[in-house]
């Protein structure tokens, strides 16, 4: 079992920046790989960035490339999302993800942080 907790979600303006983070227990996640995903009100759950268990590959939504940045240190077993020039439609709240990446793997999730980004 792995457990998720997500931190760094706040209230920011628009074209300011906040750090996400991603707090992971019970036991090592090196293998598995990590994902952050978003859900505003009304929306379905979006997936926004990936990053593979040794931290060389990555994934971005098109709408966040070059504005958001995901990593690990897998030392301290935590995930981070760095956003940079948030925008209002980032505004949603975000949860972190764990998975193995094979067909019958189970999926752990965080219960979530809030990222509002007023205009």
């Known amino acids: 079992q792995v457990q998720l907790a997500e931190s760094g979600g706040g209230l920011v303006q628009a074209g300011g920046s906040l750090r996400l983070s991603c707090a992971a227990s019970?036991?090592?996640?090196?293998?598995?790989?990590m994902h952050w995903f978003r859900q505003a009100p009304g929306n379905e759950r979006e997936l926004v960035a990936a990053?593979?268990?040794?931290?060389?590959?990555?994934y971005y939504v098109d709408s966040v490339k070059g504005r958001f940045t995901i990593s690990r240190d897998n030392a301290k077993n935590m995930m981070y999302l760095q956003m940079n020039s948030l925008k209002p439609e980032d505004t949603a709240v975000y949860y972190c993800?764990?998975?193995?990446?094979?067909?019958?793997?189970?999926?752990?999730w965080g219960q979530g942080t809030q990222v509002t980004v007023s205009s």
């Open positions: 990053i593979s268990g040794n931290g060389d590959t990555t």
């Open positions: 019970g036991r090592s996640i090196s293998s598995y790989i």
């Open positions: 993800n764990a998975n193995l990446g094979t067909p019958r793997s189970e999926d752990y």
